[in-house]
Nanobody, 124 residues
Framework: QVQLVESGGGLVQAGGSLRLACAAS????????MGWFRQAPGKERDAVAA????????YYADSVKGRFTISRDNAKKMVYLQMGSLKPEDTAVYYC?????????????????WGQGTQVTVSS
């Protein structure tokens, strides 16, 4: 089992940057693929980015390609989401998720464990 805790959210102006972090517990963290999802008020929870167990493969939603970067540090049991060129439409609660099996996925239903989320607000 994996427990996930996100941090790093906050208020930022459009065009700015933020780095989200996700701390994981559990002995087998390196066997999990990881993902970041986000949910804006009144909307579905959508995929943002995903990364395979060893960081060798990454996946991005079209809306964030070229602006966001996902990475992981298995030794520290951490996953990061570096967000740049932020837009007001990036405003949402961002969730970290873990998926049994090493391949990343942008499909929400593929994930088994979820964090509580961290709020990101981008002002115009």
């Amino acid at each position: 089992q994996v427990q996930l805790v996100e941090s790093g959210g906050g208020l930022v102006q459009a065009g700015g940057s933020l780095r989200l972090a996700c701390a994981a517990s559990g002995r087998t963290f390196s066997s999990y693929a990881m993902g970041w999802f986000r949910q804006a008020p009144g909307k579905e929870r959508d995929a943002v980015a995903a990364i395979s167990w060893n960081g060798g493969s990454t996946y991005y939603a079209d809306s964030v390609k070229g602006r966001f970067t996902i990475s992981r540090d298995n030794a520290k049991k951490m996953v990061y989401l570096q967000m740049g060129s932020l837009k007001p439409e990036d405003t949402a609660v961002y969730y970290c998720a873990a998926k049994d099996g090493g391949l990343g996925s942008l499909i929400r239903a593929a994930y088994d464990y979820w964090g509580q989320g961290t709020q990101v607000t981008v002002s115009s």
